[in-house]
């Protein structure tokens, strides 16, 4: 059974840069073919799908956040990581990591994030 959690701080100055990381138990991110991915629902709003990293390290991300996003990964740890920079109130959302790239079959239970001074 594969696991996910997200940590992280759930307040975020705007102008600030928002990071997460995603802990994952149960299996491996390196394992082929799998991708996991950063998704995050705004309050009132439907689920983004932000970027991912696959079991490579290729990263992919949505056009319309590429600017100001990174994922990472450490391997070591077993672990991903999200960041996006100038973060403004706009990004203030739910937070979740979870396993693939345009369906998911394990999710972490998310992380909110406020941004606010």
């Known amino acids: 059974q594969v696991q996910l959690q997200e940590s992280g701080p759930g307040l975020v100055k705007p102008s600030q840069t928002l990071s997460l990381t995603c802990t994952v138990s149960?299996?491996?991110?390196?394992?082929?073919?799998?991708?996991w991915s950063w998704i995050r629902q705004p309050p009132g709003k439907g689920l983004e799908w932000m970027g991912a990293?696959?079991?490579?390290?290729?990263?992919y991300y949505s056009p319309s956040l590429k600017s100001h996003t990174s994922i990472s990964r450490d391997t070591s740890k077993n672990q991903f990581s999200l960041q996006l920079s100038s973060v403004t109130p706009e990004d203030t959302a739910v937070y979740y990591c979870?396993?693939?790239?345009?369906?998911?079959?394990?999710w972490g239970q998310g992380t909110q994030v406020t941004v606010s001074s």
């Open positions: 979870a396993r693939g790239f345009s369906s998911y079959d394990y």
């Open positions: 149960g299996g491996s991110i390196t394992t082929s073919y799998y991708y």
């Open positions: 990293i696959a079991y490579d390290g290729s990263t």
